[in-house]
Nanobody
Framework: QVQLVESGGGLVQPGGSLRLACAVS????????MAWYRQAPGKQRELVAK???????VYADSVKGRFTISRDNAKNTMYLQMNSLKFDDTAVYYC?????????WGQGTQVTVSS
């Protein structure tokens, strides 16, 4: 069973930066398109960014130009570099595949943007 472990969240001031990591167990990571999602309190989970196995990336309009998704297939790890953070970026961030059937969701990592 694939295990997803997100890390790197924290408390940051507006305009600050964080780098999230998603460690994926198993050898199937390199063959899968992956994505970062987030869920803010009272809101549905939304797609933040996705990256295909060959490196092609797509971003939500709300993060375009501020966030960068990347992957290291040798380490079975995906990253999300978040710059110029805004209050609206506050959420729990999750990683998973881009389409169903999804792997079992991890615990996520909390990102809080606050002054």
């Amino acid at each position: 069973q694939v295990q997803l472990v997100e890390s790197g969240g924290g408390l940051v001031q507006p305009g600050g930066s964080l780098r999230l990591a998603c460690a994926v167990s198993g050898s199937i990571f390199s063959r899968n398109a992956m994505a970062w999602y987030r869920q803010a309190p009272g809101k549905q989970r939304e797609l933040v960014a996705k990256i295909h196995s060959g490196g092609y990336t797509v971003y939500a309009d709300s993060v375009k130009g501020r966030f960068t998704i990347s992957r290291d297939n040798a380490k079975n790890t995906m990253y999300l570099q978040m710059n110029s953070l805004k209050f609206d970026d506050t959420a729990v961030y999750y990683c998973n595949t881009i389409n169903p059937p999804y792997w079992s969701w991890g615990q996520g990592t909390q990102v809080t943007v606050s002054s």
